[in-house]
C-alpha cells in the first residue's frame, strides 16, 4: 500500500498524450517573484541572477568563492530546476563592503542582472512565490484539445501534490527513509536526512490528498476541515475559523488542507480526521518515524491554481504555458493534467 501515493489518481481524466520536456533550458524558464522591493541599504547585498544549466545551492558557491566569502554568508530563498533558464535572488552577507560589479562574479551560465541592497538577509521560503514559462515540444494531441485542457485546469485547479522530485531518483527516498526509521540506515549529514522526512512527509500528504480525490470529497468541505490560504501558506485552524470558510472555499478564497505528518494530534476533526487517520493507518512505519524523528503536524492546501495564466500555440504547433504558482508547489503537478511529458537526458 505504500507505493499508492506515488502515482495518485488525475482529476481531469489523465494526459491527452504525450510531449516533449525540457529539450532544452530556455524550454523551462522560472522567475523567482520575491513579493517585496529590497530596500535599497543595508549590510547585505542582493544580487538579481540569471542561471543557466547551474543548480542554486552551485551558483551560491560560486559568488562566495568569487569574493572570496565564507559559503555560509550567501543565501537563497529557494531551490531553482537545473536544466533550465532561471533568475533568482540570492544575498551577501557583507557589512561595511561596497557592492561588488557584476562582471566580477558572472562566470558560464551565471549573469548578475541587478545588485542593490537589502537590511536583512533572504531565507529559505520567504518569497511569495515563482513564475513559469513552460515550452511543450511536438505534441500528439491537437492544439484544440490542449486549450479546453488548460481551462479546466486554471477553473478546476489540479492536486498540489508533491512531485517526483521530492521522492529522489527512481522514489527511492521513501525506501531509504524507512531503513533510516528502522536503523538500517544512518545519513551522512542534516541535508540527506531532512530530504528522507519531506519523501516521507510527502508520501503520506500525497495519499490523503488521493482519497480525497477518489472518494470525490475534493471539492466538497466536510465537517471537521482545516481552511489555508493559498497565496501565503496561511493554515485557519477549526479555532480561529470564523464560520464562513465552506462559503469562501466554494468562491476560491481559501482552500481544504491535508495533513504534512508529524507528532501530536491531527488539526482537522469529525469526518476529516477520521478519513486522515484511516489513510495513514495505510502508512504506519513512515507516521511512527516522522513523529519519532520530531516533526510536528502540520497542513498544506490540496488544491493548486495557476495564476495569470497564458495559453500560446507557437509556430511548427509547439505549446507555451506561462503561469504563476505560490511557493513551494510543482509545475510538474500542473502539466501532468495535460501531457505525459517525456523529458530529455541530460548528462
Known amino acids: 500500500m505504500e507505493s499508492d501515493s506515488l502515482e495518485p489518481p488525475y482529476l481531469h481524466g489523465g494526459p491527452l498524450g504525450r510531449a516533449g520536456f525540457k529539450a532544452q533550458p530556455e524550454d523551462f524558464v522560472v522567475e523567482e517573484l520575491l513579493g517585496f522591493e529590497p530596500s535599497g541599504v543595508g549590510e547585505h547585498c542582493l544580487l538579481w541572477v540569471e542561471k543557466r544549466n547551474l543548480e542554486s545551492n552551485a551558483a551560491a558557491a560560486r559568488l562566495a568563492d568569487a569574493l572570496g566569502l565564507r559559503r555560509r554568508l ?3 530563498c529557494g531551490l531553482k530546476d537545473r536544466h533550465a533558464v532561471t533568475r533568482q535572488w540570492f544575498s551577501l552577507h557583507m557589512p ?12 558560464e551560465g551565471l549573469r548578475v ?5 537589502n537590511t536583512r538577509k533572504l531565507r529559505r521560503g520567504i518569497h511569495q512565490g515563482n513564475r513559469f514559462t513552460i515550452r511543450l515540444r511536438s505534441p500528439d494531441f491537437s492544439a484544440a484539445a490542449a486549450e479546453e485542457r488548460w481551462r479546466q485546469i486554471i477553473e478546476k485547479g489540479a492536486p498540489n501534490l508533491f512531485g517526483s522530485q521530492r521522492f529522489g531518483n527512481e522514489g527511492r527516498n521513501v525506501e531509504k527513509a524507512l531503513a533510516m526509521f528502522r536503523g538500517e540506515f544512518t545519513p551522512g ?3 540527506l536526512r531532512g530530504l528522507l522526512l519531506s519523501a516521507a512527509r510527502s508520501q503520506v500528504f500525497n495519499a490523503v490528498v488521493a482519497e480525497r480525490i477518489a472518494c470525490g470529497t475534493w471539492d466538497h468541505a466536510l465537517p471537521g476541515e482545516v481552511y489555508g490560504f493559498p497565496d501565503n501558506g496561511t493554515i485557519l485552524l477549526i479555532e480561529n475559523q470564523r464560520g464562513d470558510e465552506p462559503q469562501r ?3 476560491g478564497k481559501v482552500e481544504l488542507t491535508a495533513p504534512l505528518w508529524g507528532a501530536g494530534d491531527l488539526h482537522s476533526a469529525a469526518d476529516v480526521r477520521a478519513l486522515e487517520q484511516e489513510v495513514a493507518v495505510r502508512f504506519r512505519e513512515l507516521t511512527a518515524g516522522l513523529e519519532a524523528a520530531g516533526l510536528r503536524q502540520e497542513r498544506r492546501v490540496m488544491r493548486l491554481r495557476p495564476v495569470n495564466a497564458e495559453f500560446v500555440v507557437l ?3 509547439d505549446l507555451q504555458l506561462s503561469f504563476d504558482l505560490p511557493r513551494g508547489t510543482y509545475a510538474t503537478t500542473l502539466l501532468r493534467e495535460l501531457a505525459a511529458l517525456e523529458e530529455a537526458t541530460h548528462s
Open 74 to 76: 550567501v543565501s537563497h
Open 249 to 251: 472555499f466554494a468562491e
Open 113 to 117: 542582472l541587478r545588485v542593490t541592497r
Open 315 to 317: 509556430e511548427g504547433g
Open 96 to 107: 561595511g563592503q561596497p557592492s561588488p560589479e557584476p562582471a566580477a562574479l558572472e562566470s
Open 189 to 191: 549529514d542534516r541535508l
